[in-house]
Structure formats: C-alpha cells, structure tokens
C-alpha cells in the first residue's frame, strides 16, 4: 500500500512513521561508522534528503492520486534504501565491520515495525471479529504498542553501539 495525502485514514501516522524512521537510521549510522565520520556525514546526509523527498510526496498535492503512485513508491524505497546503504557498504568493505551497528537490535526493531505496519494495514483483528474490539485490543493500539517495542530496541542497539566505542576508545 503506497499512502497518499488524500486518504483520510492513517495519514498523520505515515508522516510520523516518515519523521521517526530518518532519526532512526542517521543514529544507527552515526554509530554504525563512528570511526569513519565523513562516510557517516555522506550516508546521513542521503538519508536526511530521502527523508525530506518523503514529507514531500506525503504532502504535496501534485503528487497526489493514483497516477503520482509510482513516484510515492519512489521515494519510500529510497528511504528504506538509504537505511540499508551504510549496512551494505560496512558488509562490503574490508576495512569496515558491523559491529558498530548492533545488527541484532536492527533486525528485532525491524521485524516488530513491519509486523506493527502489517497488523495496522490488514485491520487485525477487528477484521475478524468486528466490534470486540471497539475500546481495547484494535489493530490501531496493537500498532502503536509493537512500535514503541520497536523504539525501545532501537535505544537498547544505541546503548550497545555508543558503549563499545566509549570503552574502545
Ligand atoms: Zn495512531
């Protein structure tokens, strides 16, 4: 699903989505290639502008509809891929390593995002059992619950990254 400006349910939640996920991987980065700061400035700096390019496409009424859908699309994956860029590069250079970017913490904060996202967009479980759920238990707060998990992986990866380079160092 590729949000637009014009749909009125869950739009205010793709923007803070938008805001959130750049602090989250300029962080992860900023650690990630603590040692390299330049390369970390160069990869920040891409992330900043995929971010700007997202509030953008959420936001501008010419890129509304369904015929600007390919450039919303655009930019969402620039966005992820700008996250994954500085993972990929640390991998691919010998003279880099992952440790730096605590790629458990990553990949836990990852899976409960995508799994927050999956249970908001397929409305589970009101979907099933319309009207249990009307007070307590609707995929809205599901949402925000596995996003704060989320949150508080990403801080708990943060910790790990920050420490080893203070007692490295
Ligand atoms: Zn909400």
């Known amino acids: 699903m590729i949000p637009s400006s014009s749909e009125d349910t869950g739009n205010g939640k793709v923007l803070s989505v938008a805001a959130s996920s750049p602090y989250g991987i300029c962080t992860m980065t900023y650690f990630g290639l603590y040692e390299q700061p330049l390369l970390a400035n160069f990869y920040i700096t891409i992330i900043l502008a995929c971010g700007l390019a997202v509030f953008w496409a959420l936001l501008d009424p010419s890129v509304d509809g369904p015929r600007a859908a390919k450039y919303r699309a655009a930019v969402f994956i620039a966005l992820g891929a700008s996250g994954f860029a500085p993972i990929l590069h640390a991998a691919l250079s010998p003279s880099l390593t992952l440790d730096g970017f605590s790629m458990e913490y990553v990949v836990a904060q990852s899976a409960f995002y995508l799994l927050g996202t999956a249970v908001y967009?397929?409305?589970?479980?009101?979907?099933?059992w319309s009207g249990v759920f009307d007070v307590w238990g609707a995929s809205h707060q599901i949402f925000h619950v596995l996003v704060n998990v989320a949150q508080v992986l990403h801080l708990l990866g943060l910790r790990k990254s920050m420490m080893q380079h203070y007692t490295l160092t």
């Open 121 to 128: 967009v397929n409305r589970i479980p009101e979907k099933y």
